[in-house]
T-cell receptor, first 113, second 113 residues
Framework: DAKTTQPNSMESNEEEPVHLPCNHS???????IHWYRQLPSQGPEYVIH???SNVNNRMASLAIAEDRKSSTLILHRATLRDAAVYYC??????????????FGRGTQLTVWP | GAGVSQSPSNKVTEKGKDVELRCDPI?????LYWYRQSLGQGLEFLIY????????KSGLPSDRFSAERTGGSVSTLTIQRTQQEDSAVYLC???????????FGPGTRLLVL
């Protein structure tokens, strides 16, 4: 699986938007971009994923660069509960090759009240 | 509905003893994954079960580690002759057939003294 690069940490104030960047310059045409987050003392939870087009769900938005070499997870209004480690993961989601997720070190997001 | 459950929540054992960790996946999820997370580290893939196919054991760190999945549901991860470096949080995840999203359990915190 292709490698991703994320900042080690970021900070935000509560109720402000947060943009978490991820670089994946070696992404292949069949790699999907997945985001998971891990709250303290919990297992990771799925946030969002996409292939080429920007994606929105109730948790976040995913903005994907036109060349797909980078993406940004957007939390529109950060809450204290959003403080977590955010992982950007690439995976070839063609059905027959589904399997492990490769977790890097992720970005530790701190949200200040 | 019920999520992925793991037991025990915490396990303290002595070096050299064997331990068994249990994972109950979400009903209907045919894919099951084991990961481990050492203190301050990212998640490391261990093993992947998909239906009746042969498991992907490529992430198991040594032959002291083994896992089985009975009846396509519950899975047990066994660590024989535990070592102090085996201390970590062991996480289990499951997913629907050929679905991208993995659902994680809360993990088992293993401490080897």
């Amino acid at each position: 699986d292709a490698k991703t690069t994320q900042p080690n940490s970021m900070e935000s104030n509560e109720e402000e938007p947060v943009h978490l960047p991820c670089n994946h310059s070696t992404i292949s045409g069949t790699d999907y971009i997945h985001w998971y987050r891990q709250l303290p003392s919990q297992g990771p939870e799925y946030v969002i994923h996409g292939l080429t087009s920007n994606v929105n769900n109730r948790m976040a938005s995913l903005a994907i660069a036109e060349d797909r070499k980078s993406s940004t997870l957007i939390l529109h209004r950060a809450t204290l509960r959003d403080a977590a480690v955010y992982y950007c993961i690439l995976r070839d989601d063609r059905g027959s090759t589904l399997g492990r997720l490769y977790f890097g070190r992720g970005t530790q997001l701190t949200v200040w009240p | 509905g019920a999520g992925v459950s793991q037991s025990p929540s915490n396990k303290v054992t002595e070096k050299g003893k064997d331990v068994e960790l249990r994972c109950d996946p979400i009903s209907g999820h045919t894919a099951l994954y084991w990961y481990r997370q050492s203190l301050g580290q990212g998640l490391e893939f261990l093993i992947y079960f998909q239906g009746n196919s042969a498991p992907d054991k490529s992430g198991l760190p040594s032959d002291r580690f083994s896992a089985e999945r009975t009846g396509g549901s519950v899975s047990t991860l066994t660590i024989q002759r535990t070592q102090q470096e085996d201390s970590a949080v062991y996480l289990c995840a499951s997913s629907k057939p050929y679905q991208e999203t993995q659902y994680f359990g809360p993990g088992t915190r293993l401490l080897v003294l």
